[in-house]
């Protein structure tokens, strides 16, 4: 039965693509964007640009305004208590990074990371170079069989030397959501700090930061029908003031002296240098437009569209899917097919789907793979979508074999 | 600058394909011709960086004359391979320096295949060959 998106026409380049006959399957890479976010970058831009917090004209009054009030829509968005918890970013690798560094003072020689098995390159490559210059153990937490971090054996490895954990919400490659609230809380008790990596996360259902529990939770726009360029640190207002300051330049200091300055406390002070401001204006449009629709409607129906993605994947011989997928993806490999093959056959069909490491490399060498093909969605794919991908693949596949 | 034997006789191959399924097929074909690599062969000197398959390619210069040998653990990957060599092989330095393989695969109608954004390796390996161009 034909499952219509009802979204599906708020997305200008959904049509844009299907005229091309491209089919976009691979929204956890970056998604396409709503019509209210274009108006939104379109009426900044026509109507005066200026730069924020700094001038006393009427333009930079306005546009300071509408950089702000994003600030207030991510904060209801994540349910932070106060705008001021929120900090903008270049994206969530730069919000990792900001950690990384702001917090490095903390760790001394032996001290430990935990993040886990399957953490994207962003939330791993920062706190392994992390641990390199600062003589740190990386505590890598192992997945059970459905690609979820086994929880027995984690809150084993988490102990009185754990400094700082860090892990996805949701995996990029595996769709599993992990068992956060139990880890948080064991690395809370053992006083260590906390990080989510809310990149494929926030996507999904709406996560209210003070029930979750975490002391940081990053995510990036571009990843939630926004505009790239933008990621979002969330903190405690504890933890905020533990980070030390990491980029200096315009606007993020108080009083600069030739010898010596002295620096905002977060947001600004973690915001040197001109924002990304219509970026920001963007993210706030788009945030209005996802809070405008049906929440439940939405999460029905991208959970139907899953279980067809699955449903499709299982009935076909051969295939293996990676873990046990619970949202928004999934990721296959195919017996004796190279997965660069399948990929070749599904691109020339005009099917956009990833194939490869997914910015994983360590998770997918432990699985035994080189590489694997990612189908993902979007609030905007429909049925015909992944029936379109599903002959795609009979067809490649009759080829191939 | 006349083109080899067998190059000539892709290109005739490809110019008459229709269809992504057909020049697929073509491409299956050719990467089974593609004379296979020892063992010995496929050491980490030879790999292609950049690339989400397997891809080694050896170079050796005989008496002022390339000649390559290549291999893929993907299929399609092995036929652009082959596609490549039937255009280089036995070229001499002169020759292969001043050699457009960009237009080679334009001209079998798979452009699209040289993107960087793929990661088929194909556009790693033109970059390797270019390396090998400049350095002999």
């Known amino acids: ?401 | 600058m006349s083109l080899p034997v067998q190059a000539q006789e892709a290109l005739a191959s490809f110019e008459q394909a229709r269809g992504w399924e057909q020049r697929a097929r073509l491409l299956m074909q050719w990467g089974d011709r593609l004379e296979p690599l020892s063992e010995a062969e496929k050491v980490e000197g030879n790999r292609v960086h950049g690339c989400e398959s397997l891809v080694w390619l050896v170079a050796e210069q005989h008496a002022g004359q390339w000649h390559f040998k290549a291999s893929s653990d993907a299929r399609l990957l092995r036929g652009l391979l082959a596609l490549l060599l039937v255009r280089v092989q036995g070229l001499a330095s002169a020759e292969f320096t001043g050699l457009d393989l960009r237009e080679w695969f334009t001209q079998l109608g798979l452009e699209r295949q040289l993107s960087p954004s793929r990661s088929n390796g194909l556009h790693a390996v033109l970059l390797r060959m270019a390396e090998l161009a400049v350095s002999r």
């Open chain 1, 1 to 401: 039965m034909f499952q219509p998106s009802p979204w599906r026409a708020d997305f200008p380049a959904i049509a844009a693509l299907q005229r091309q006959h491209q089919t976009y399957l691979d929204s956890a890479a970056t998604t396409q964007k709503p019509q209210a976010l274009v108006d939104a970058l379109s009426h900044y831009y026509c109507h005066g640009a200026a730069n924020v917090h700094r001038a006393q004209h009427l333009p930079g009054a306005l546009a300071t305004q509408a950089f702000e009030a994003s600030r207030d829509k991510v904060a209801a968005w994540l349910n932070a208590a106060d705008s001021r918890q929120i900090v903008f970013t270049h994206g969530a690798t730069s919000a990792l990074n900001l950690l990384a560094y702001g917090l490095e003072y903390r760790f001394e020689a032996g001290d430990e990371i935990a993040i886990s098995a399957l953490e994207h390159h962003a939330n791993l490559l920062p706190w392994q170079q992390l641990a390199r210059r600062r003589d740190l153990r990386l505590v890598v937490l192992p997945l059970d069989e459905h690609g979820r971090i086994d929880l027995e054996q984690a809150l084993q490895l988490i102990g009185p030397r754990t400094r700082l954990l860090a892990v996805s919400q949701l995996s990029n490659v595996l769709g599993t959501w992990q068992p956060l609230p139990p880890l948080l809380a064991h690395a809370r008790a053992q006083g260590a700090l906390t990080v989510v990596d809310g990149a494929q996360g926030v996507v999904h259902g709406r996560h209210d930061m003070q029930q979750l529990g975490c002391d940081f939770y990053v995510f990036s726009s571009h990843k939630l029908y926004g505009p790239e360029g933008v990621g979002v640190l969330y903190g405690r207002p504890q933890v905020l003031e533990l980070l030390r300051h990491w980029q200096f330049g315009g606007e993020m200091v108080q009083l600069a002296d030739y010898q010596s300055a002295s620096f905002r406390p977060a947001p600004l002070g973690f915001e040197a240098g001109t924002p990304p401001i219509a970026g920001v204006i963007g993210l706030g449009a788009t945030l209005d437009y996802l809070a405008s629709l049906d929440a439940h409607a939405v999460a029905t129906h991208e959970a139907s569209l899953h279980q067809h993605l699955l449903r499709g994947l299982a009935d076909r011989e051969g295939i293996r899917i990676l873990g046990t997928p619970q949202a928004a993806l999934a990721s296959f490999v195919i017996d004796g097919v190279h997965n660069a093959d399948i990929a070749h056959m599904l691109t020339e069909q005009g099917i956009a789907v990833r194939a490869g490491h997914h910015c994983a490399m360590p998770l997918l060498k432990g699985l035994g793979l080189e590489g694997a093909i990612r189908v993902s969605l979007g609030l905007y794919n429909d049925s015909d979508d992944l029936q379109r991908f599903f002959e795609a693949l009979d067809q490649g596949l009759e080829l191939l074999r």
